[in-house]
């Protein structure tokens, strides 16, 4: 009798986190029960932590922008998904908003509003990633000046409607001069001008 060959299973590598802060608290082949929140990482991405070439504190779970425009959770540099500016994981806000938009900003000719959708507070509010989202407003055609930094709190953005932030600079007052970006966290990013 002819014996099968045995058929080859790739391993299946997990990276277990804080939900809240996507803070790396394990990785390894199997689910860990105690961390609830984990991600599917590559072999490769599990190597360089194993043998040490990387640390989990230069990591986050957080979005990231694909090549293909779509936002996923994934393993992110703490460098990359904070303030650096040429990556996947940052986001310039210049489009009008859509019936799928998730976050709107909408600019006034005295203050920014942050507010989401109600489909995106239902999906965020078990699945909070980060707590405050930095939004930062810059000069359209120079992004190395950096006119102010706006921080809101995404547990208030859940909790009420929308989030008001004065503006504080007489640069603000003109949306020609003006753009806005910020980390990704949302699926979709609109930007509304009310004059």
């Known amino acids: 009798m002819a014996r099968k060959a045995p058929t080859f299973v790739p391993p299946t590598f997990y990276a277990h986190y ?12 199997e689910i860990n029960p105690v961390y609830p929140s984990r991600i599917e990482i590559t072999q490769y991405e599990h190597d360089r932590f194993l043998y040490g070439h990387e640390k989990f504190s230069d990591y986050q779970i957080g979005y990231i922008r694909t090549a293909d425009n779509t936002t996923i959770l994934a393993l992110a540099a703490k460098a990359e998904h904070g303030y650096a500016f040429k990556n996947n994981v940052f986001e310039w806000i210049s489009e009008p908003p859509t019936a799928t938009t998730e976050l709107i900003v909408s600019w006034s000719k005295q203050s920014w509003t942050f507010s989401i959708s109600e489909a995106c507070r ?14 930062f407003v810059m000069l359209a055609n120079d992004f190395d000046f950096l006119i102010r930094t706006i921080f809101v709190n995404v ?28 980390n990704i966290v949302f699926q979709s990013y609109g930007l509304k001008i009310n004059d």
């Not at 804080?18 to 082949?29: A, M, Q, R, V, Y």
């Open 18 to 29: 804080d939900k809240k802060t996507g803070e790396i608290f394990s990785i390894g082949n």
């Open 122 to 135: 239902e999906r965020i509010k078990e699945n909070i990633t980060v707590e405050t989202i930095p939004f």
């Open 155 to 182: 547990q208030d953005l859940i909790l009420h409607d929308k989030i008001e932030k004065l503006f504080e600079s007489r640069l603000e007052q003109d949306i020609t001069k003006i753009s806005i970006a910020s």
